[in-house]
């Protein structure tokens, strides 16, 4: 347990030090006048060091409040880090409060004679949350209620609605305070500033400069990421060099992808999944040092969402030990003349040999027919060959084969649509324009642009991934990953059939290796 966790567990429950149920009875027996209260504290966030001393401020604050009454604290209730203000949001400690004030008494069997809270904003900001504590509180009498306010008499006549209408004050408070808080926000990345809580990785303290180390670290994945690299084998090699998020924690398979989709790397910002642009609906570009460019960016975004169906979540599946395991199959003719054609597996040599791995058609138990054995070595090298020479030849068309985006025009045609449908609106003159035809035509000019814009992203990342295409197949080959290559030889190949060698042929013969293409010479 955390010191946290420890500090939130000690706040909550009955406080050390208090008599037992009987004797406090025993203690009422002889002071009518004594109260047995219950403190609530809550606070929405609790701040960046996570200390909990929000809670412990308000705790110690009603402690010497009912010291000085001479009230006895019986029970505290705590919900650390909680809004009260969202629906979806719930409090564990306040729902164990309504439940103990309508029983009359806490878990333990202490009675209940009053609430205190430093404010009444701490116990509720709903309507609905507020009447059903007036309602559990004023279940049983005299009971009394502090916050700092003072002295509250929950039981007047008139109480509920004036409660009512603090809680619609409340909640306008926290609304305004929330849409003053995105227009801010918005303001500042109009301006290309800097919004980050915490340090973002892959730059410094300042979240201006990169810290070149971590800056490289992206730019590596990225590529990566784009070529056919896996985020699970971008997540085990930040592991493996120890990075950490600016949060100082193990990077896993979704901090990773949330690096790696974040506009911030190519100087862009984003709201919400939308890029911040200006007066021209061109996007925003940050005070920050980019670490990409932006084709690199819709390139690897584009490639991370078509992998998980749009959402970037890992598929899972086996990892090959071997290259070409599943994609070599059997070429054996059986008795009856068709061919084996089941698929080969990777298996470890025996020692004696001078290669470490070879590929054999399975078992008969198995379904194989176990008549076909390739040397592993010389068996990738020959595949691998065929392959990057595949590469270098679609390489140099497929930097061509990408044209100028030819959509532009109707992009600025939908702006200017909507820039006009948006000055007659606004200009009382014009009486063709009123509020249902604005309200009718607009969602059609949005849904226009939004479409037009997807379809320009998935462009960028086209001619992104062709001028990727353009580097040195055969110098980058070396330093991909097996996945990667085993990625890349799927993609042009549906599978190699190995020919046997013939009885007692020990020699290794590439031209057994028949390539099966996935699109014609």
């Known amino acids: ?73 019986v029970y505290r209730y705590t919900d650390n880090d909680k809004s009260a203000s969202k629906e979806s949001v719930v409090r564990d400690d306040f729902e164990q409060l309504i439940a103990d004030l309508s029983a009359g008494a806490t878990p333990e069997g202490y009675p209940i004679h009053g609430v205190m809270a430093v404010n009444d904003d701490r116990l509720y900001r709903r309507p609905s949350d507020w009447e059903r504590y007036l309602k559990a509180f004023a279940s049983h009498e005299g009971r009394v209620y502090h916050d700092s306010n003072g002295m509250q008499d929950l039981y007047a006549e008139g109480f509920e609605i004036k409660g009512l ?79 950490l998020t600016s949060r100082g924690n193990a990077f896993q398979y979704q901090t990773v992808k949330q690096v790696l989709m974040n506009a ?25 040092d980019p670490i990409i460019t932006p084709k690199e960016w819709f390139a690897v975004t584009s490639k991370i969402r078509e992998r998980g169906g749009g959402t970037g979540t890992p598929r899972g599946g086996l990892v090959h030990k071997y290259l070409l395991t599943g994609i070599l199959r059997c070429g054996h003719v059986l008795e009856d003349g068709t061919v084996c054609n089941n698929k080969m597996i990777g298996l470890k040599a025996n020692d004696w040999l001078k290669y470490q791995h070879a590929y054999m058609c399975k078992k008969t138990v198995d379904g194989g027919c176990n008549k076909t054995y390739k040397r592993g070595d010389k068996t990738d090298k020959a595949i691998e060959e065929l392959v990057i020479a595949k590469l270098e030849r679609d390489a140099a068309t ?48 949005e849904r226009r642009i939004k479409e037009l814009r997807a379809d320009q992203r998935a462009h960028e990342a086209l001619r992104a991934e062709a001028e990727e295409a353009q580097e040195d197949v055969r ?47």
């Not at 606070?43 to 006895?72: C, N, P, Y």
């Not at 330093?479 to 990625?487: A, G, H, N, P, V």
């Not at 046997?500 to 013969?509: H, I, R, S, Y």
């Not at 028949?514 to 699109?519: G, L, M």
């Open 398 to 445: 497929k930097a061509q084969a990408v044209p100028d985006w030819d959509k532009a025009e109707a992009l600025e045609r939908a702006l200017q649509s909507r820039r006009e449908l948006e000055r007659r609106w606004h200009d009382d003159a014009d009486t063709d324009i009123d509020d249902e035809a604005f309200f009718r035509n607009l969602p059609v000019l």
């Open 1 to 73: 347990m955390g010191k946290r966790e420890e500090l939130v567990s000690k706040l909550r429950g009955v406080p050390e030090g208090l008599p037992s149920v009987e004797e406090v009875r025993a203690m009422l027996a002889a002071d009518p006048n004594l109260k047995c209260v219950v403190c609530y504290a809550r606070i929405s966030f609790d701040g960046r060091v996570k200390d909990a001393h929000g809670i412990e401020d308000q705790h110690r604050d009603m402690t010497d409040a009912a010291r000085r009454f001479g009230w006895l604290v």
């Open 475 to 521: 110098k980058s080959w070396g330093s991909k990953t097996l996945t990667q290559k085993r990625e890349a030889i799927k993609k042009v190949l549906s599978a190699v059939i190995a020919v046997p060698g013939g009885k007692g042929n020990k020699t290794f013969d590439p031209d057994l290796l028949k390539p099966v293409w996935r699109t014609s010479e």
């Open 165 to 243: 209408v603090g809680v619609a004050m409340s909640l306008s408070e926290t609304r305004k305070k929330q849409r003053r808080s995105r227009n801010s926000h918005r303001s500042r990345a109009i301006r290309g500033q800097s919004v980050s809580a915490w340090r973002p990785f892959g730059w410094e303290d300042d979240k201006v400069t990169l810290r070149t180390k971590e800056a490289d670290a992206i730019r590596e994945a990225v590529h990566d990421v784009i070529a056919g690299a896996s985020i699970s084998e971008i997540t085990r090699r930040w592991k493996e060099a120890e990075f």
């Open 264 to 288: 911030r790397l190519c100087g862009y910002r984003e709201i919400k999944g939308e890029l911040v642009r200006d007066g021209d609906d061109q996007p925003i570009t940050g005070e920050w």
